[in-house]
C-alpha cells in the first residue's frame, strides 16, 4: 500500500499520466481502504489516468465498491463516477441509473452526495428534463426540492414540472400517486386543482384520499388568498389614482 501511495505521489507531482487499466483497477480498490488517506491519495489519482483506462472492467469494480455502507467511501466512488461518465458517455445509463436508483436510500448525507454527484456530470446538464423526472419522482422532499430547483434555474416553467406530477397521478403505484400529491402541493400550482379535484373523485386508498383533500383545501385556500390580495392592491391603486386626480 506504501508503496502504491508513492506512485501515485510521483506521477501527480510529475503531472504525467497513467495509462493501463489494470493500474486504475488498483487505485479504484485503494478507494475501499479503511485509511482514509489511501481513500483521498486515490481519489486524488484517478483524474490522471488517459480516457483509455476508463473501462467497463473498472466501472464494474466502481459498482461494487459503491454497495458499501461507509458513507466517505460512497462519496470517494461517487466522484470517481463523474470521470468515468464524462470520458465516456456509453456509461451513462449504467451510472445515472445506479445514482438515481440509490436516490431512495434513507440517509439524508447519502442522498446529497449523490445529488453533489448528478450536478456535477455533463449528461445532468445536457439531459436535465430526463433525468430529473426520475428525481422529481422520488419519495424524499429533499430530492424533489433538488430536481425543481435545477429545473427552475433551466427556465422550466412551473407548469411543465406540475405536468410530471399530474401524469403520475394515474400511477398503478400508491407510493408515486401519494408523493406526487404532495409534490404539487408543495408546488402551489392552481392549473393542477382541476386535475386534482378528477383525481379524488376517483382515487380508492383512504390515505391518499385524505391527503388529496387536505391538498386541495390547501390550494383553494390559497388561490382565495391572492385573489383578495390583489383585489385589495388593484382598489388601492385605483384610490391612489382617485386622490392624484381630486388634487
Do not use: W
Not at 489494470?22 to 480516457?51: C, T
Not at 454527484?117 to 424524499?140: R, S
Amino acid at each position: 500500500r506504501r508503496d502504491a501511495l508513492e506512485a501515485i505521489s510521483y506521477f501527480i507531482s510529475a503531472d504525467r499520466r497513467l495509462a493501463a487499466a489494470e493500474n486504475l483497477s488498483l487505485i479504484l480498490n485503494m478507494l475501499k481502504d479503511p485509511e482514509g488517506l489511501v481513500r483521498v491519495a486515490a481519489s486524488v489519482a484517478i483524474p490522471y489516468f488517459n480516457i483509455d483506462a476508463f473501462t467497463e472492467g473498472n466501472l464494474s469494480i466502481v459498482f461494487e465498491i459503491y454497495r458499501y455502507q461507509d458513507l466517505l467511501i460512497r462519496k470517494s466512488v461517487s466522484e470517481a463516477l463523474v470521470y468515468f461518465v464524462n470520458a465516456d458517455r456509453r456509461f451513462v445509463p449504467k451510472v445515472v441509473d445506479l445514482l438515481i436508483g440509490d436516490l431512495q436510500n434513507e440517509n439524508f448525507a447519502v442522498r446529497a452526495a449523490i445529488i453533489e454527484t448528478l450536478a456535477e456530470l455533463d449528461i445532468f446538464k445536457e439531459q436535465l428534463m430526463p433525468v430529473c423526472k426520475k428525481m422529481l419522482l422520488n419519495f424524499y422532499a429533499d430530492v424533489r426540492l433538488f430536481a425543481i430547483n435545477a429545473l427552475k434555474q433551466k427556465e422550466v416553467s412551473k407548469e411543465e414540472i406540475a405536468d410530471v406530477y399530474i401524469g403520475a397521478l394515474c400511477s398503478p403505484d400508491v407510493n408515486i400517486r401519494h408523493l406526487s400529491v404532495l409534490a404539487l402541493g408543495e408546488l402551489k400550482d392552481f392549473g393542477a386543482i382541476g386535475p386534482l379535484t378528477l383525481f379524488f373523485d376517483r382515487e380508492e386508498n383512504d390515505m391518499v384520499k385524505r391527503v388529496a383533500h387536505s391538498v386541495l383545501s390547501a390550494l383553494f385556500a390559497e388561490e382565495m388568498r391572492q385573489r383578495e390580495e390583489a383585489q385589495r392592491r388593484a382598489q388601492e391603486e385605483a384610490n391612489r389614482r382617485a386622490r392624484e386626480e381630486e388634487s
